[in-house]
């Protein structure tokens, strides 16, 4: 600042840095688990359409309560657990929406965080979740996952009991190491904490075979909320629509803490119209998870350590120095994340080609200098 006067910070915030992945216009995008493939044109059409009738009324106020979108994503939960040979009773008053599931993580936060509050969380997981927690001036909490990231019961139990926190997080399938956790381990964490659970489902529609989702487990419990989102798999996320799911009461609290209108009348129709086309949108779901797949098994013929995902992106390790591959690579005209474990990095799955371009470029590396691998096979 021009005048060196030091503004008057939360304490609490000082030195803390904001989220951000490095945003640059290179021909290959694998870093923030974006949906590669463009919304298909009969989509586009549709939603050109649907805005087209709505350009007029754009002096009035949207509908605060967004009950045409509940009610298309009450739709949507249905045929996903119907496909997943899951029951869950759902109703529209049980759906929450705001900009992206941040705002909805960040809305059950200040509701039932803020400060002398603990949130507890397992990591490595969403760099996110800390951030929307110590934002609302909560405390954040963290307990290591295993040596591989996965969580048992038995441990998860433990540990919430012990912290006895207002909130906790848990993340299926995790970001980043893409491991998904059972639903014991969800149960166990609810059981023994008298505060909020929180289970982040962005990318389960990832998943296959199908992981059980939370939402099984809402029925008698009130405390426990899951969230969603449109960005990844509906290949919309700059649309910016997350979701949440959890009982009647709890959704009505997020009134006490959302901005007025917080969802715009071209949002709401644009998510409306997208999840009528839902099964267009997720048709390259499977092409998706094919590129995953084929990603970890060449990077582990390759020499380097991969985790198991249920995600669209690949946590690999046995790297010598992460941010020396993420440069070389970036060279080479291609992004992925170096996300800050020790050895580790991070890639989404892309089109054919850009996957294509991804490996290629990994092997051209590796030929280069060996010493990439932190430990040769």
Request: proline share 6%; with cysteine.
């Amino acid at each position: 600042m021009g005048n060196n006067e030091s503004l008057p910070v939360r304490s609490d915030l000082v030195g803390l840095k904001p989220y951000g992945a490095p945003h640059l216009d290179v021909p290959v995008q694998l870093n923030v688990n974006e949906n590669a493939y463009p919304i298909p044109d009969v989509v586009v059409e549709s939603m050109r359409s649907a805005v087209d009738d709505h350009f007029a009324g754009l002096n009035r106020y949207p509908d605060r309560e967004f009950e045409e979108l509940r009610e298309h994503l009450v739709t949507y939960l249905h045929g996903v657990n119907d496909r997943a040979g899951q029951t869950v009773g759902l109703s529209p008053d049980m759906i929450w929406a705001a900009n992206g599931s941040n705002e909805v993580l960040s809305h059950i936060v200040q509701a039932f965080g803020g400060p002398g509050r603990t949130v507890l969380g397992f990591t490595p997981s969403y760099s996110m979740h800390p951030l929307i927690t110590t934002g609302t001036g909560a405390t954040w909490q963290s307990s290591a996952r295993k040596d591989d990231f996965t969580l048992d019961a038995e441990t998860v139990g433990a540990e919430v009991a012990e912290a006895d926190p207002d909130i906790v997080f848990l993340c299926t399938p995790n970001n980043p190491t893409g491991t998904s956790i059972g639903l014991d381990v969800i149960e166990a964490a609810y059981d023994n904490c008298s505060g909020i659970v929180i289970v982040d489902e962005a990318y389960a529609e990832f998943s296959r075979p199908a992981q059980a989702s939370a939402m099984t487990l809402l029925e008698g419990r009130p405390r426990l909320v899951v969230s969603r989102t449109m960005s990844k798999a509906f290949a919309c996320a700059g649309l910016r629509l997350g979701y949440a799911i959890a009982a009647p009461d709890l959704i009505d609290v997020l009134r006490l803490v959302r901005l007025p209108y917080h969802l715009s009348e071209i949002t709401q129709v644009l998510a409306c119209t997208a999840l009528e086309h839902a099964d267009v949108l997720l048709e390259n779901v499977d092409r998706l998870i094919d590129a995953r797949d084929r990603i970890s098994d060449h990077l582990s013929n390759v020499g380097f350590s991969v985790y198991p995902s249920d995600s669209n992106f690949v946590l690999f390790g046995n790297i010598a120095s992460p941010h020396e591959l993420w440069q070389k690579l970036l060279d080479r005209g291609i992004l992925i994340r170096d996300i800050g474990i020790d050895h580790h990095a991070r890639v989404n799955a892309g089109t054919d080609e850009e996957t294509t371009a991804f490996l290629t470029a990994v092997d051209e590396i590796l030929a280069e200098d060996p010493g990439i691998l932190l430990e040769s096979n």
